[in-house]
């Protein structure tokens, strides 16, 4: 049998450390994101966090592939198509490696996120 070791992570509880977004990506507004890695697979290849952004707009292309899981808040997020997805809390999404959205944040969210990269995660 392999030795393949489980991971826990215990609620998260306190201030998010800021994961700012990048400045030319804001299109409006001043969008506040904080976010953290709270557990990974041994080879850093998935991770998964919780990030929160206050409202605005701002362009973001994914680096891996991402699912999300709304906790709080409300956003609706446009891809390159003009196609438009609007989360609320409970909805999940899957955005793909390359996709390049439109964040337009309403209400302050608060997600869990796991992201598979194609290099580790440091």
């Known amino acids: 049998m392999s030795e393949l070791a489980m ?6 509880e306190g201030e998010l ?3 700012p977004i990048e400045p ?3 299109l409006e507004g001043d969008p506040v994101a904080k976010g953290t890695v709270i557990v990974q697979c041994a080879d850093k290849l998935v991770s998964t966090g919780l990030w929160s952004c ?18 709080a808040g409300e956003v609706t997020v446009t891809d390159s198509t003009g196609g ?3 989360l609320r809390p409970g909805d999940l999404a899957h ?8 964040w337009q944040v309403t209400q302050e969210v608060r997600k869990v996120f796991t992201l598979r990269t194609p290099e580790p995660l440091e």
């Open 7 to 12: 991971q826990h992570a215990a609620a998260f």
């Open 17 to 19: 450390p800021p994961m």
């Open 24 to 26: 030319a990506w804001i």
């Open 54 to 71: 206050t409202p605005g707009k701002f362009r973001w292309t994914f680096s891996g592939d991402e699912f999300v899981y709304l906790l």
């Open 84 to 86: 438009k997805i609007t």
């Open 95 to 102: 955005f793909p490696r390359g996709a390049e959205t439109v």
